[in-house]
């Protein structure tokens, strides 16, 4: 099975919503603390006729294959036989729908991934009208990442020299031995910066300050002038993301609530847990979670505060990002890409309660509402809190 038919049977699904989809990237300044995320947003028609490619560069199957722990050249040679001509239903750098004012989300990848590959979840949340920032975390816990050192004068003279002046960082395997906590929390901090300034950023592009975007590409982002609802952000991450989505609530007030997808609750230290006034929403998988996760989950649960938790059946970590589409069910349960049920189902669950919830505690006008039921954990294939068995002191009130 190759490339070609990978595409045909296996793809990432559309956007259910009314609005086209465009996407876009934007990498800023010449230095490793500059911003970088994948900007997905409503567009307007027939102003792009190209596909987004999933995956843009082979230096990500590279980094893919470290995280692994498979040798690069077979890996490469992998992934570029079975994603290679993979792309989203997204079009690249269409011009963006003015003339509304959109919420916006800003996502976290989780460990080992990177800003392109939960673009199932972005593209619907797009097409229902949200702008969706997906930021590629530079801390060394993505698969591979990248930035733009300033050419210096000789280079600038010589032709051709665009990826010369290019900074490549692979994931950060634990040392033997080494403590996995300090490693991560200190991630954490700069998942946490890099998050708080791309939302900066987005909002200062939302005042008319001109951008300079380090990739050339032909984006008008003039265009996203006075068009976010600067009272409506909201944050959402997966896995280490969800960790990275928590902890960022508790440093920017801005963020008006917050989506947690199968949250690693690992990197957070204790100070966090009184500190996330926010609502919060935990959409689980049924085959990751375990009792001490759930625990330190319920810990965020006090008086007054909004808590929200559901676990989805049949699922698992991977039922979140792209991959679980691009698989088949023999490759999908031997990788645990996939769950006992059809991943489009998990997807449709996730992003439909997440609509739901963003919604409320946005206070949208649309009607997202007709999936409240879900953020409940009342339907078909919901586990309303968690399947986990708690120890019965827990106060039956946090479920």
């Known amino acids: 099975m190759g490339s070609e038919s990978t595409t045909k049977f296996y793809e990432i699904p559309k956007g259910k919503g009314p609005y086209s989809v465009g996407c876009t990237d934007l990498m800023t300044d010449y230095t490793i603390q500059g911003s970088f995320f994948r900007l997905y947003y409503p567009s307007q028609n027939a102003t792009s006729t190209e596909e987004t490619k999933w995956i843009p560069r082979k230096e990500y199957y590279r980094g893919l294959s470290d995280f692994l722990n498979i040798y690069r050249m077979l890996g490469e040679t992998f992934f570029q036989y079975y994603v290679g001509s993979v792309t989203c239903p997204a079009k690249w750098n269409a011009a963006f729908k003015a003339g509304e004012k959109y919420p916006l989300i800003i996502?976290?990848?989780?460990?080992?991934?990177?800003?392109?590959?939960?673009?199932?979840?972005?593209?619907?949340?797009?097409?229902?009208?949200?702008?969706?920032?997906?930021?590629?975390?530079?801390?060394?816990?993505?698969?591979?990442?990248?930035?733009?050192?300033?050419?210096?004068?000789?280079?600038?003279?010589?032709?051709?020299?665009?990826?010369?002046?290019?900074?490549?960082i692979y994931y950060r395997k634990l040392k033997r031995g080494e403590r996995e906590f300090p490693l991560?929390?200190?991630?954490?901090?700069?998942?946490?910066?890099?998050?708080?300034?791309?939302?900066?950023?987005?909002?200062?592009?939302?005042?008319?300050?001109?951008?300079?975007?380090?990739?050339?590409?032909?984006f008008d982002w003039t265009l996203l002038k006075e068009s976010i609802d600067t009272d409506r952000i909201a944050m959402m991450g997966h896995s280490f993301g969800a960790a990275t989505a928590i902890k960022t609530l508790s440093k920017d007030a801005r963020f008006k609530c917050g989506i947690a997808l199968d949250a690693w609750m690992l990197p957070l230290d204790d100070e966090?847990?009184?500190?996330v006034e926010q609502p919060l929403l935990f959409i689980n998988s049924e085959k990751f979670q375990w009792v001490s996760n759930v625990l330190k989950m319920k810990k965020l649960y006090s008086t007054g505060k909004i808590r929200k938790m559901i676990t989805i059946k049949g699922s698992v970590h991977q039922s979140f990002p792209d991959f679980t589409f691009l698989s088949g069910n023999f490759v999908g349960k031997i990788f645990k890409l996939k769950g006992e049920i059809d991943p489009n189902i998990v997807i449709d669950i996730s992003n439909k309660a997440s609509l739901a919830?963003?919604?409320?505690?946005?206070?949208?006008?649309?009607d997202f509402d007709q999936w409240d039921a879900l953020v409940d954990g009342e339907g078909h294939n919901i586990i309303p809190g968690t399947n986990i068995d708690l120890p019965s002191t827990q106060p039956e009130s946090l479920e």
């Open 184 to 218: 991560r929390h200190q991630q954490l901090q700069q998942r946490t910066e890099e998050c708080i300034k791309a939302l900066d950023l987005i909002l200062g592009i939302n005042n008319g300050n001109h951008v300079a975007n380090v990739l050339s590409l032909n």
């Open 357 to 366: 919830f963003l919604q409320k505690h946005l206070g949208l006008k649309k």
């Open 272 to 275: 966090v847990y009184s500190g």
């Open 107 to 168: 996502f976290s990848h989780g460990l080992g991934a990177f800003r392109t590959i939960y673009s199932a979840i972005c593209i619907e949340m797009a097409s229902q009208g949200f702008i969706v920032a997906a930021v590629e975390h530079r801390d060394k816990s993505s698969s591979a990442t990248y930035y733009h050192k300033e050419n210096s004068v000789c280079e600038a003279q010589e032709e051709a020299t665009e990826n010369l002046n290019e900074e490549w």
